[in-house]
């Protein structure tokens, strides 16, 4: 079977980034000529947190990781035959892109499948330094923002997501047997896993929601500059997303921290609502 040309593998990955994506149709907003590599970037990334988390994987996850870090080391010396590693292989020449960064997020899913617990806060944000954060320096460099200060600012905004993605998920996780609220904070509000297994809102429960979504809002705004100093092509994507995250937290928040019967999520209206928002950023602002 012949390989499959640049472009046929840049369109696949399109293809399985618009059928996939969570919160935010990745690249749908981006300019046409950097959506191929959003969209390689995705279908690497989307494929490899499958493996870690769907259950169809469940007794080949360090099998199926190990090998796409094969196919990773491939597509970097130009040996790629899958059409996500063809186009990744394209993606990563033409921006540059180092290893370590793709290595790292090979790295957190990986963690996924050997790790259920989380001691310290430390340790939380290390898991999100390698599962999050090179996304958005990945972003940085395919829209060439080059100014130093930009890939702290970008870290972030993107810890900030991952930590609203885990506190939006949390009953979903508990279900899976995964918990990524630390340890020492269910010991400082006193709430015991078993509360957590039930899906019960105690008063503690609600306080210990309640900082861990603080801690999150600090994140943004830590990162929420980034919204403005990025080239104009970058900014509504970015916008969007900061947006998209912070309202994660308001609806965490409304429903009385209650992530057991109301999954806080985004529907048709409120990503409409969101996109209108990001698009009137600076005249709000103003």
Known sequence: MPSLSVDESFAICRQRARAHYENFPVGLFVPKDKQPYVHAIYAFARAADDFADEPRYEGMRREKLDEWERRLHGAYEGTAEDPIFIALGETVRRLDIPKPLLLDLLSAFRQDTEKQRYE???ELLD??????????RLVLLVFGQEDPELPALSDAICTGLQLANHWQDLAIDVARGRLYVPRELLDRFAVKEWDLNAGRVTA??????AELVRRARELFARGKPLCDRVGQPLRFEMRLVWLGGSSILDRIEAAGYDVFRHRPHHGALAKARLAWRAWRWRAASA
């Open 204 to 209: 503690e429960f609600q306080a210990l929601m």
């Open 127 to 136: 898991y999100c330094r390698r599962s999050a954060d090179p996304v958005g």
């Open 120 to 122: 310290t806060w430390d």
